[in-house]
């Protein structure tokens, strides 16, 4: 199979749930990225679950008005 046909599961599997709620509140990557003084590509990264960064998913949560485990999981609410 084709590298460009395969599809990858997202380590994130609340994805969606992350991403209806960006589309819902209009809130873009790009804007994620500045309040978390990141750039987009780790925002993407972050959301897909390829990369974790606490600080990262914390910002997101917060932006988005949801704690975090609604959209990465419980780990970071013992955390918080």
Not at 33 to 48: F, P, S
């Amino acid at each position: 199979m084709s590298r460009h046909t395969k599809h990858q599961r997202s380590k994130n599997p609340k994805r969606k749930t992350l991403l209806k709620l960006l589309i819902d509140k209009d809130i873009s990557q790009a804007e994620l990225a500045i309040e978390a003084g990141c750039n987009a590509t780790m925002i993407n990264q972050v959301i897909h679950g390829g990369k974790r960064s606490a600080r990262v998913q914390k910002v997101i949560a917060r932006k988005l008005g949801v704690p975090p485990s609604k959209i990465f999981g419980s780990h970071l609410d013992r955390a918080a």
